[in-house]
T-cell receptor, first 112, second 113 residues
């Protein structure tokens, strides 16, 4: 049973558009929600993260929106660029359990 | 500063064979992790270690064993490989808690025939 559900599985966006990836979680013990970015042939790398006491976090073109009551969070990529083409993973972390649970991933393609 | 390195990069095994994957990190991190990545399933935690000499089971530990004899190394063993273990394996490390940034290696692609 996947504790973090991610959608869509794949996404195609035109250059300059907004990419939106959604995640829903079940475990209310999660206390940290990172997003990882993975390029082909590479390991994932931390992109941006949020704690549940914050509703939004922005870093450059990347924004996380967090809705604690709905147990949902999303990644918005503004002004999407071809270099953003990668697979994105949301995750939930339960620090006391030393575990990071990933969503299934979204493969983003930004067309020039 | 190499970060997290993994060897080998690619391996083909026959069913029933054994092998060990090596992960090394030079960041003096306490925590190390082994994940497997399969299409549509994200990364799933196999085993992890919170320090030298410790190991613990993750989400999908069956068929795998691990050892952390040195702080900088984390070994993943497959005693009797099965086709279901065909996957890409990633090692990661973090300084302390799982919530700290995890630094991933480049991955090992394993094919079990």
């Amino acid at each position: 049973q996947q504790q973090v559900k991610q959608s869509p599985q794949s996404l195609i966006v035109q250059k300059g558009g907004i990419s939106i990836i959604n995640c829903a979680y079940e475990n209310t013990a999660f206390d940290y929600f990172p997003w990882y970015q993975q390029f082909p042939g590479k390991g994932p790398a931390l992109l941006i993260a949020i704690r549940p006491d914050v509703s939004e976090k922005k870093e450059g073109r990347f924004t996380i929106s967090f809705n604690k009551s709905a147990k949902q969070f999303s990644l918005h990529i503004m002004d999407s660029q071809p270099g953003d083409s990668a697979t994105y993973f949301c995750a939930g972390v339960y620090n006391a359990g030393n575990m990071l649970t990933f969503g299934g991933g979204t493969r983003l393609m930004v067309k020039p | 500063n190499a970060g997290v390195t993994q060897t080998p990069k690619f391996r083909v095994l026959k069913t029933g064979q054994s092998m060990t994957l090596l992960c090394a990190q030079d960041m003096n991190h306490e925590y190390m992790y082994w994940y497997r990545q399969d299409p549509g399933m994200g990364l799933r935690l196999i085993h992890y270690s919170v320090g030298e000499g410790t190991t613990a089971k993750g989400e999908v530990p069956d068929g795998y064993n691990v050892s952390r004899l040195k702080k900088q190394n984390f070994l993943l063993g497959l005693e009797s490989a099965a086709p279901s273990q065909t996957s890409v394996y990633f090692c990661a490390s973090s300084y302390y808690l799982a919530g700290e940034t995890q630094y991933f290696g480049p991955g090992t692609r394993l094919l079990v025939l």
